[in-house]
């Protein structure tokens, strides 16, 4: 067999292998209720699922109008959380959670090395009747209890008279985890969840999400088109090879 068959055949099989390797797709969901006249609304992305290593961008999207049009609307995300699927805990052994300050400035708002800042993580808690794995929230107040202070708005709420009082922070959120082990999420029952507050005319919120169509991640995405790319080389390189032969049968005969 010659080296130039060999090549093709070897370079589509290793992109096969880096495509079905990767992350296959990157998880999207959205929230969305109405409660004293407002609605609230949420987009939460999920990256990295399957490793240690997972990135949660989070999405204030509500209006900024009541839904009468009468007056503003800026409903704040107090809390956020998902389960896991495995049967043990992966334990998260560090996280980060950064969002958008009043001057456009990306800070971080919580932390695992950091317990004075607004947002913390609790693991395995009741809280506002849903019991999550773990779940974000603005728990400044000392209480296991999402509240509106550090809570995170949509960026179009920014001069609201509707805001809460502050610290107030603005979307996108991106919440960093690190597992002790490769992480799998659950989308049953209420995970992941929202928790609104401010809605409307002060009402609030608990959101479970609808998945969105998946979406294959981009390196996924360029994995599979190198097998199909170097696919079409190899049966280009095959016929060729195949012409070839026809033609010296034919100039033998």
């Known amino acids: 067999m010659k080296f130039n068959t060999i090549l093709p055949s070897f370079f589509m099989a290793a992109s096969v292998a880096v495509a079905t390797s990767l992350p296959a797709?990157?998880?999207t969901f959205d929230f969305s209720g109405t409660d004293n006249g407002g609605t609230g609304s949420a987009t939460m992305n999920f990256t990295g699922l399957g490793t240690q290593n997972v990135t949660v961008d989070l999405w204030n999207t509500s209006s900024t109008k009541l839904n009468d049009g009468t007056g503003d609307n800026a409903p704040a995300i107090t809390g956020f959380g998902f389960n896991n699927k495995g049967l043990s805990d992966p334990a998260i052994t560090?996280?980060?959670?950064k969002a958008y300050n009043s001057s456009g400035t990306l800070q971080t708002i919580g932390s695992s090395s950091d317990s004075t800042l607004p947002w913390s993580i609790?693991?395995?808690?009741k809280t506002n009747g849903i019991t999550l794995d773990y779940l974000a929230a603005a728990l400044n107040n000392g209480e296991n209890s999402p509240q509106i202070q550090g809570g995170i708005y949509n960026p179009d709420a920014i001069s609201s008279s509707a805001l809460s009082a502050g610290p107030n922070f603005f979307s996108k959120a991106t919440l960093n985890l690190t597992f002790a082990s490769?992480?799998?999420l659950d989308t049953a029952g209420m995970?992941?969840?929202?928790?609104?507050?401010?809605?409307g005319n002060g009402g609030s919120l608990?959101?479970?999400g609808t998945r969105q169509q998946d979406v294959p991640e981009p390196l996924t995405?360029?994995?599979s088109a190198a097998a199909l790319g170097?696919?079409?080389v190899l049966k280009k390189q095959a016929n060729k090879n195949k012409n070839k032969a026809a033609t010296k049968d034919t100039i033998s005969v």
Request: net charge negative; hydrophobic share 45%.
């Open 191 to 199: 995970s992941p969840y929202v928790r609104m507050q401010a809605v």
């Open 206 to 208: 608990k959101l479970d």
């Open 221 to 223: 995405i360029l994995g």
């Open 182 to 184: 490769d992480f799998t």
């Open 25 to 27: 797709q990157a998880l």
């Open 122 to 125: 609790l693991y395995d808690e």
């Open 230 to 232: 170097f696919g079409s």
């Open 94 to 97: 560090a996280w980060t959670l």
